[in-house]
Structure formats: structure tokens, C-alpha cells
């Protein structure tokens, strides 16, 4: 059976399946609903381009939640004004430049990547996996 490829990471090579991206999505879903992130909610998701954004959006909606990107290279004053026009409680960023700009707003709940359980790296083939991913039930 052929792995689909969803995404190439452009910084490291590393490729991300369908299947990855599934099961990445369904355990970072899992994180968000267990920090209190609600249908209807909205999350914003201030990552870099890449298979960590991919993830964190598709465990967004996959929650119910409303996904708010913030372009990474926003100047901390457009950043803290778009945090605050949100009224978002909750933020998904490993960016100190957003957690700054996150101070003054509604925002009490912040996650970085690692929190979702999508830090793993991507596997280039089926032969080559992370611990985590020989672990079945």
C-alpha cells in the first residue's frame, strides 16, 4: 500500500503521511479537549509553516474549535492587537514573541508544540519510526 504524502517539511526534509497526520491530529485533539477547549472556542495557532501547524489546525477543528493562524513574522504590535481582537482563550505558540503579546489579553491557556504530542519527528519511510509510534493498542 503507498503512503500518501500530506506534507514535506522544507526546513528538515522530513516527510508527513496521511496516517501521521491522522494520528497526530487525534492525540493533539485529545490535549486540547483535556485543557478545556470547547466546540465553539476560539484557539489561536501562532506556529511557523510546517507539519506542527498542519497538526495543531486540523486538532483545532477536529475539536470543534475555531482556528485563528497568526503569521509568525507580525510585529509584536499587530500580533498583541490581533490576540486581543480574538477574545481567545487559549493559544497554541512556542514563540516568546507571542506569549509577550499575549500578556494583556483574554488568552489563560497556552500550549507549545510538545503539549500537543506532535513534537515527534516525521518519519521518512515505513521502516524508520519514533517510540511512540510502535506503541499499538
Known amino acids: 500500500m503507498d ?6 517539511d522544507s526546513g ?3 516527510k508527513l503521511t496521511e496516517e501521521q497526520l491522522d494520528e497526530r491530529s487525534a492525540v493533539a485533539t485529545v490535549q486540547l479537549r483535556r485543557r478545556g477547549v470547547r466546540a465553539g472556542d476560539s484557539v489561536l495557532i501562532c506556529l511557523p509553516v510546517g507539519p506542527d501547524l498542519l497538526v495543531a489546525t486540523d486538532a483545532v477543528i477536529a475539536a470543534g ?5 497568526l503569521p509568525v513574522e507580525l510585529d ?3 500580533l498583541r492587537e490581533r490576540i486581543v481582537a480574538s477574545d481567545a482563550r487559549v493559544m497554541i505558540s512556542d514563540l516568546p514573541r ?7 489579553s ?3 491557556i497556552v500550549m507549545g508544540v510538545a503539549d500537543l504530542g506532535a513534537l515527534h519527528p516525521y ?3 515505513r521502516g524508520f ?4 509510534d510502535r506503541i499499538r493498542p
Open 123 to 125: 518519519p521518512s519511510s
Open 129 to 132: 519510526r519514533t517510540e511512540s
Open 106 to 108: 483574554r488568552v489563560r
Open 3 to 8: 503512503e500518501r504524502i500530506v506534507m514535506v
Open 65 to 69: 474549535a475555531v482556528a485563528w493562524p
Open 98 to 104: 507571542a506569549l509577550d503579546a499575549a500578556d494583556e
Open 76 to 78: 509584536a504590535a499587530v
Open 12 to 14: 528538515t526534509g522530513l
